[in-house]
């Protein structure tokens, strides 16, 4: 089976992950940075956009090119990709379409009609082009709409990349699945967020067990606590805060969580080994607040009953550490902001840079490569 369209030539490899922030977007990154380098014509899209400022649809004129994911449009203005290198979704998933959709006299034809507007899409590109199309964020993901990794896979024959966070040998069983259900278009797997002291025996132990088992490996990524930060804004917007002060500085990034619940001294000598922190405390411990001012903390978060003291805002502001006020209890609020570690998607210049360099240390995609080579060649 093969990806290329007989019409036009175009080469199309999918990129997709088992769960939900697998990473696939870092690896779209690379990737793509490796194939601009090496020359080659390519196109980027998400069939089924999944985040779109605004809720925007197709034909809205604020939106005259099309529904362009915000992953998709970030990318591209990284990349410098040019406008017609964007392809537009076909599809927006929220609750409003999915409910449309389900509705619709005959939903189970959303496969065909799906299928019929990607290869339309593609038979539009110049010959000779290289498609790279990001998949929703899981295996079933995008099933109502016919625009699935699976559906798309099997139905454009196109070959698979997955990128797959690893913990240990129990991560196998996503990628089983999916080896069975693809079959030998699955070409490829990077293994994500791997303990950097366990990157090698990952890459080399359990690279040629895999291989053995029909998914080969391209890469091993290690854990990045950069690439799993969340913007100050992020934290802003999830705990419904209120910004007290600093508000030009909610691009700062946070690393790491801190909670200020002990006495001042052990908490100075805590957050001393802690960087780009956000520290979470009760509004009434102005010690711990101003202990971790002075410290690499990039928000402070401040729980309970009260105001903090006009000298803590001043000197917040002196230090430029954004202040938030939340109406949550301290667990709460810890409970939030851990799940938004890894959970958000990656639109800062600053991790793309990095992820980019990631990827080129630590993936070889020669596989995927020379089987879009292959299918190029007549």
């Known amino acids: 089976m093969v990806s290329a369209l007989p019409s036009t030539g175009v080469s199309t490899l999918l990129i997709g992950s088992c769960e939900a922030f697998g990473g696939k977007s870092a690896v779209v990154l690379g990737l793509l940075r490796q194939l601009l380098s090496?020359?080659?014509?390519?196109?980027?899209?998400?069939?089924l956009a999944t985040s779109v400022e605004g809720e925007a649809q197709p034909g809205d004129p604020m939106h005259p090119d099309g529904l362009l994911d915000d992953d998709v449009q970030f990318i591209g203005?990284?990349?410098?990709?040019?406008?017609?290198?964007?392809?537009?979704?076909?599809?927006?998933?929220?609750?409003?379409?999915?409910r449309s959709r389900l509705l619709e006299p005959h939903p189970g034809?959303?496969?065909?009609?799906?299928?019929?507007?990607?290869?339309?899409?593609?038979?539009?590109?110049?010959p000779g082009a290289t498609v790279l199309l990001e998949?929703?964020?899981?295996?079933?993901?995008?099933?109502?709409?016919?625009?699935?990794?699976?559906?798309?896979?099997?139905?454009?024959?196109?070959?698979?990349?997955?990128?797959?966070?690893?913990?240990?040998?129990?991560?196998?069983?996503?990628?089983?699945?999916?080896?069975a259900r693809l079959?030998?278009?699955?070409?490829?797997?990077?293994?994500?967020?791997?303990?950097?002291?366990?990157?090698?025996?990952?890459?080399?132990?359990?690279?040629?067990?895999?291989?053995?088992?029909?998914?080969?490996?391209?890469?091993?990524l290690p854990r990045s606590p950069l690439l799993r930060s969340v913007t100050v804004e992020e934290l802003v917007?999830?705990?419904?805060?209120?910004?007290?002060?600093?508000?030009?500085?909610?691009?700062?990034?946070?690393?790491?969580?801190?909670?200020?619940?002990?006495?001042?001294n052990a908490a100075m000598e805590?957050?001393?080994?802690?960087?780009?922190?956000?520290?979470?405390?009760?509004?009434?411990?102005t010690d711990i607040q101003l202990a971790a001012l002075e410290a690499s903390t990039q928000c402070l978060i401040l729980t309970g009953v009260g105001e903090p003291l006009p000298q803590l805002i001043n000197r917040a502001e002196e230090l430029e550490v954004p202040l938030?006020?939340?109406?949550?209890?301290?667990?709460?609020?810890?409970?939030?902001?851990?799940?938004?570690f890894g959970h958000v998607r990656l639109h800062e210049g600053v991790k793309a840079t990095y992820a980019i360099r990631l990827v080129e240390e630590n993936c070889d995609f020669s596989p995927v490569l020379a089987r879009l080579g292959q299918e190029r060649t007549p």
């Open 38 to 47: 090496a020359g080659v014509a390519v196109h980027y899209g998400k069939p």
């Open 77 to 98: 203005s990284i990349l410098g990709l040019q406008p017609g290198c964007l392809l537009p979704s076909l599809q927006q998933l929220n609750a409003a379409s999915a």
């Open 109 to 126: 034809d959303a496969e065909a009609q799906a299928l019929a507007a990607v290869r339309a899409q593609l038979a539009a590109l110049d």
């Open 135 to 179: 998949a929703a964020g899981t295996l079933a993901e995008g099933l109502l709409y016919g625009l699935s990794l699976v559906q798309l896979a099997l139905g454009l024959e196109a070959p698979v990349l997955l990128v797959h966070p690893w913990s240990d040998a129990r991560s196998i069983e996503p990628l089983l699945e999916a080896r």
């Open 183 to 220: 079959g030998d278009l699955l070409v490829g797997v990077v293994l994500n967020g791997v303990q950097p002291d366990a990157v090698a025996t990952v890459r080399d132990e359990i690279g040629a067990a895999l291989g053995r088992l029909g998914i080969p490996v391209c890469g091993v």
């Open 237 to 264: 917007n999830r705990l419904e805060a209120r910004v007290l002060c600093c508000h030009d500085r909610l691009d700062l990034l946070v690393e790491t969580l801190s909670i200020g619940a002990m006495n001042v």
């Open 270 to 285: 805590f957050f001393r080994r802690r960087r780009n922190m956000a520290v979470v405390t009760g509004a009434d411990r």
């Open 324 to 340: 938030l006020r939340v109406d949550h209890d301290t667990l709460a609020t810890v409970e939030v902001i851990e799940r938004a």
